[in-house]
């Protein structure tokens, strides 16, 4: 019965964890345009340095 | 940090936060926002990016290829959104400024909410079950109070926090209606959470075996998925109707009474008007042709291809596009009340009716919940009493009871046939886009179709390739790639590489074109136009569309058309008859080309020249006599009639609004695809009865027997799991009996 005292934590933060990049990725507009990102991945672009 | 951006145009931003950023940072930026209605290609968002933030002063441009919005952060009084037009016209796309200010929207936030508050509730739900089936496999084997209630005191402290976070727009919903003294559907859910919240966290301070705080976390899991896919459908919609709003031609060319033109911005129209249109423009206003004949491509109204011959005195339409010369319109309405207007207006009041729908599915789901309860309630009180055996018994018996009737069953009834059916639509290429859509499908009795761009493709088909020289047919081809006309247009992509030294090249609208090759008149267009001796004109029996080609002193040329129907139409609708449906065709096209395809296809009943509010009051009238409509359409011109039938399925050829509107879309050139969606519905109907009857018949039997006391709270949860399992596997079938089928008509 001692695992349960790590088991149910570990749990319940990699599911914190799930949320939280949930949340970062809902407060940076990831869920904006959904359509746009299937096709932005064919862009070929050079990013100047 | 402004300077480093705008040092910098060709550095395109990462998202739609830096376009606002990059303005932040500076107050020298502002931004603009443009719809771009004609970005539909993967490359055009890195065109239509790159090129516009080339231009001087702009330091971004970002596309949501999503709502087709384009906005870009400029310096100050830098380059014009004129410039920006013609940067962006130079390359095909047609754009047009709005005002998102102007725009009833939808609130952005309040979307994002409603998604967070899903995301905290599947969090809580997943947890909490976890730690629940650890409890219940707990009460089998050996697992001790002080573990149990240790888990209920965990639930607990996920479960009440994520409730009263997660429930608030049920909760906001149902204390407004019960302030004005009604009842919606949220007041029985907002019960049933708090209820079961209230009790279970009662019983985890009384150290009591079971807790239901999942029960309450799955409920609002659940319902809020359901809330939050009707909203994006809504705001998709919304979001179409303001993009079209915005690309009405914004300006209008007026001739003042002395004969000077001036810009006139279209709000201020008044009627009585006169405005310009110049060739290949859109006619901003309703009104009537002033003077001469006009070539009016009228596809966004009536949905026909051919373009329409006008005569002075005529009515033209606001939306419909120019295709001959320069013509001079009376402005008869004003903005508000142009047709475009009018199809908005339509398609936004029937989509008011259809929530209904909506609201019925939610109140069954919702009247189960007080009812279990009320159940419960009764036999507590009741055991409590009329038996000796105490309260602690009473409360136990309750507890059954609510197991038992957590309506797992009755909740899977509907929703699990809904997810098979949808996935194997999807798989076949049919896009399920409203959640009730197959329940109405399935009822449906009355199939109405549009015709052009659903019975037939948009594109007429060139007859007669093979007959013609080939010397002719190129040069024609050349000729044909200078006109926007539909024939014309076939023509030359019959031909595409056909280019030819042509000068004093002209086009007469309704006649022809007309050019010169190496010192000879070449012409192609209508009989006349080409001098086309009568007999040769009237010979053979062709009634489909038709094209001329004279070439000097050469014998003419016949370009045969014909409308293209898609390749199973015939079938499709021989299937449908035979399924007992009654067909109709409703088109806006012109009577002898509707008499011909219901001929050709098979369908008795047919109506022409149908206007798209002709269209809606068609169906309504087949409702009012107790029909039940699926309507097939692709135009605008059947946004509204597609909104106001029972059920609407459209091609994925179709306009973005009918797209929209529609409960259905299907891919590819096979009308197929609607008797395979019309055969699935019709199962998952009888699916669902099935598996309430299998839901029924179960709580007939275990809720007397726990109301007497004959059930513990854990036989009580193998009961209700097992129940769920059994709807569980007999909607399976819907997927292996339709798999036996496909091989039977496959031998």
Redesign the interface.
């Known amino acids: 019965m001692t695992g349960l005292a790590y088991l149910i934590p570990a749990a319940l933060v990699l599911g914190l964890f799930g949320l939280l990049a949930f949340c970062w990725a809902l407060r940076s507009g990831q869920f904006d345009d959904l359509d746009g990102a299937a096709h932005r991945i064919f862009e070929d672009k050079d990013e100047p340095l | 940090m402004a300077d480093v951006v705008l040092q910098?145009p060709?550095?395109?931003p990462l998202?739609?936060?830096s376009v606002r950023e990059a303005k932040a940072q500076s107050e020298h930026l502002e931004t603009l926002y443009l719809v771009v209605a004609n970005a539909s290609c993967?490359?055009c968002?890195?065109k239509i990016e790159a090129s516009v933030a080339a231009l001087p002063g702009v330091s971004a441009a970002r596309?949501?290829?999503?709502?087709r919005r384009l906005s870009v952060a400029r310096k100050l009084n830098s380059c014009s959104l004129e410039d920006i037009q013609a940067c962006l016209d130079a390359q095909g796309y047609r754009a047009a400024p709005f005002d998102p200010a102007r725009q009833v929207q939808l609130d952005e936030r309040e979307a994002?909410d409603l998604?967070?508050r899903l995301?905290?509730a599947g969090?809580a739900a997943?947890?909490v079950m976890?730690?629940s089936v650890s409890v219940w496999s707990g009460l089998a084997s050996d697992m001790?109070t002080a573990?149990r209630s240790?888990f209920h005191w965990?639930s607990a402290l996920?479960a009440v926090p994520a409730v009263l976070y997660a429930g608030v727009p049920f909760f906001r919903s149902a204390v407004a209606a019960v302030k004005k003294r009604q009842l919606n559907m949220d007041v029985p859910i907002a019960l049933a959470v708090t209820l079961s919240c209230g009790i279970s966290f009662y019983r985890t301070i009384a150290g009591e075996a079971l807790i239901y705080f999942d029960a309450a976390l799955m409920l609002l899991f659940f319902l809020l998925i359901g809330r939050y896919l009707d909203r994006q459908m809504r705001r998709r919609a919304t979001t179409t109707a303001q993009n079209l709003l915005a690309l009405r031609a914004s300006s209008a060319v007026v001739v003042e009474t002395d004969g000077q033109r001036r810009n006139c911005p279209i709000q201020e129209l008044k009627p009585g008007m006169k405005v310009v249109v110049a060739s290949g423009e859109c006619i901003p206003v309703d009104g009537d042709l002033a003077a001469g004949f006009a070539e009016v491509d009228m596809s966004l109204i009536t949905g026909e291809s051919a373009p329409q011959i006008t005569k002075a005195g005529d009515e033209v339409f606001a939306g419909t596009l120019n295709l001959g010369g320069p013509i001079e319109v009376l402005v008869r309405a004003s903005d508000e009340d142009t047709l475009l207007g009018e199809i908005i207006r339509l398609m936004e009041l029937a989509e008011q009716r259809r929530g209904r729908y909506v609201v019925m599915a939610d109140r069954l789901a919702g009247y189960y919940a007080p009812l279990v309860h009320i159940l419960a309630l009764a036999t507590l009180i009741g055991w409590w009493a009329l038996s000796q055996s105490g309260f602690e018994a009473a409360l136990m018996n309750a507890v059954a009871v609510l197991i038992i009737t957590c309506p797992c069953a009755l909740g899977l009834a509907v929703p699990i046939v809904q997810v098979i059916a949808v996935g194997r639509l999807l798989r076949r290429g049919i896009l399920t886009k409203s959640g009730d859509g197959l329940e109405r499908l399935a009822k449906v009795d009355t199939v109405v179709f549009d015709k052009t761009g659903t019975l037939s493709l948009s594109r007429p088909r060139l007859l007669n390739a093979e007959e013609i020289d080939p010397a002719s047919f190129t040069l024609a081809a050349a000729l044909a790639g200078h006109s926007r006309h539909p024939l014309s247009r076939v023509l030359a992509e019959a031909r595409p590489s056909s280019t030819k030294e042509l000068s004093n090249l002209q086009e007469v609208p309704g006649a022809g074109l007309t050019a010169n090759y190496l010192g000879e008149d070449i012409r192609l267009g209508h009989p006349t136009w080409c001098a086309v001796p009568r007999p040769l004109r009237d010979a053979g029996d062709h009634a489909g569309p038709e094209l001329w080609f004279r070439w000097g002193q050469r014998d003419p040329v016949r370009f045969l058309f014909e409308e293209d129907f898609r390749a199973d139409a015939i079938e499709v609708i021989e299937a449908l008859k035979s399924m007992g449906l009654q067909v109709e065709l409703l088109s806006g096209d012109r009577e002898s080309a509707v008499r011909r395809a219901a001929n050709r296809l098979g369908i008795d009943s047919w109506r022409a020249g149908q206007r798209p509010n002709e269209k809606v009051s068609f169906i309504a009238s087949l409702r009012n006599r107790r029909h039940r409509v699926l309507m097939v359409g692709d135009g605008l011109n059947d946004a509204a009639a597609l909104t106001e039938a029972n059920a609407s399925i459209s091609p994925a050829s179709a306009i973005d609004v009918s797209q929209t509107m529609a409960d259905f879309v299907f891919q590819g050139d096979n009308l197929s695809p609607i008797l395979e969606t019309l055969r699935t519905a019709r199962r998952a109907q009888s699916l669902v009865v099935q598996n309430f009857v299998l839901a029924f018949l179960y709580n007939a039997i275990a809720v007397p027997l726990a109301i007497c006391g004959l059930v513990t709270p854990l036989i009580a949860a193998i009961a209700m799991s097992s129940s769920s399992l059994l709807v569980s596997l007999n909607s399976l079938r819907l997927n292996r009996r339709r798999r036996e089928k496909a091989v039977y008509a496959w031998r």
């Open positions: 910098r060709d550095l395109a998202d739609e936060a993967p490359s968002i890195e596309l949501n290829y999503s709502t994002k998604l967070w995301a905290i969090f997943a947890n976890l730690l001790g573990t240790l965990l996920i």
